[in-house]
């Protein structure tokens, strides 16, 4: 009976031991369950701070002037996306994801003698303190930073007209371009270089005659048919004027290095080529001109028919007469 007695004993202890056991685990588990819950909410709360914050840069980007120096210091602003683009409004949106609070506050920044952040000192109205603050659940996740109007101070390259004819005010057909179907060629205008730039655009005097004609782009060559130094984007052609010779503009993807004192040549293209017979090439397309009894423009002269009849080789005819309107756009 003793034995018994005894094995019930351990019986009871073992149990206790397991019921302890079990119980701390449990409430181990649940300790981790609100860790994690604690750890997930800290680290959406900070994505959220931050994202506010590159909020603010997006609109100091887009202009310091009008999204962030009329703003009030000390105002609460709640970052919104509204039509695709963020904005600060006043008015709260609600909880995000039915927890959190988000707003951004601004203040004054004040420089010393040394130009440093101080306490007092000169205002700095380039600069602002930038506070972004996410609250959920009585918790609070801040992040400071300072935003400044750096890009007023950025000296961005500027694109200049830099050797142009702009006296090509004749609006008659001179090239047959693109030759609709006939492989006639194409038509080019040469230009001399003064000083070494980096072309970035080229804009020619034309003006559509047919409705749908082939779309076109501007080659910029060594010679009539020489080596390729640049390719433009293709213009539709359909938005080329009808109603009078019009500045169409054809830019290149990568700025073009030209030498100084070089000639170069402006080679107008079709796709499909107005090179070759039967290619599908179509309509017609002035390019306005100017005749006179010397080159009218003294740094180059036009071409037509250049490339004729499958002849990679043509150099086409020389119209030592004539120029075609055109503009050369370089970085300064």
């Known amino acids: 009976m003793e034995e018994k007695g005894f094995g019930l004993i351990e019986i009871v202890v073992v149990t206790a031991i397991v019921i302890t056991a079990l119980f701390a685990f449990s409430q181990a588990g649940i300790l981790s369950v609100r860790l994690l819950r604690a750890e997930k909410e800290n680290l959406e709360a900070t994505l959220l701070a931050q994202e506010s914050m590159e909020a603010v840069r997006m609109l100091r980007d887009e202009s310091w002037t009008q999204n962030i120096a009329s703003l ?3 105002t609460t602003y709640y970052p919104v996306v509204e039509n695709g683009k ?3 409004s006043v008015t709260s949106p609600g909880l995000i994801n039915g927890i959190y609070t988000r707003l951004v506050l601004f203040d ?3 420089r010393d003698a040394q130009d440093r952040i101080a306490s007092s000192g000169s205002a700095d109205v380039g600069t602002k303190k930038l506070t972004s603050r996410v609250t959920w659940a009585g918790k609070q996740k801040e992040l400071i930073t300072y935003i400044t109007n750096f890009p007023a101070s950025l000296s961005w390259p500027q694109e200049l007209k830099v050797i142009f004819f702009e006296d090509a005010t004749t609006d008659a057909d001179l090239a047959n ?6 492989g006639d060629g194409d038509p080019a205008q040469s230009f001399l270089t003064v000083g070494a ?3 970035t655009k080229v804009e020619l005097y034309l003006r559509r ?7 076109i782009y501007v080659e910029l060559r060594s010679s009539p048919t020489g080596t390729v130094l640049g390719t433009s984007n293709t213009v539709t052609s359909s938005t080329i004027l009808t109603s009078g010779l019009a500045w169409v ?3 290149f993807p990568e700025n073009v290095s030209l030498s100084a004192g070089t000639t170069y040549h402006i080679r107008l293209r079709s796709a499909p080529v107005s090179t070759d017979v039967g290619s599908g090439s179509a309509g017609t397309i002035y390019w306005g001109y100017k005749q006179t009894s010397g080159s009218p423009y003294a740094g180059g002269v036009a071409r037509r028919y250049i490339g004729r009849l499958s002849n990679p080789s043509d150099a086409g005819q020389l119209l030592d007469q004539y120029d075609f309107g055109f503009r050369i756009f370089a970085l300064q």
Request: hydrophobic letters at 30%.
């Open 209 to 215: 005659i047919t409705s749908t004609p082939s779309n």
């Open 86 to 88: 963020w904005k600060l």
């Open 177 to 182: 371009f693109p030759s609709n179907n006939s």
């Open 72 to 74: 009030v210091n000390g």
């Open 249 to 251: 503009e054809f830019r």
């Open 197 to 199: 730039i980096k072309l």
């Open 108 to 110: 004054e920044v004040r």
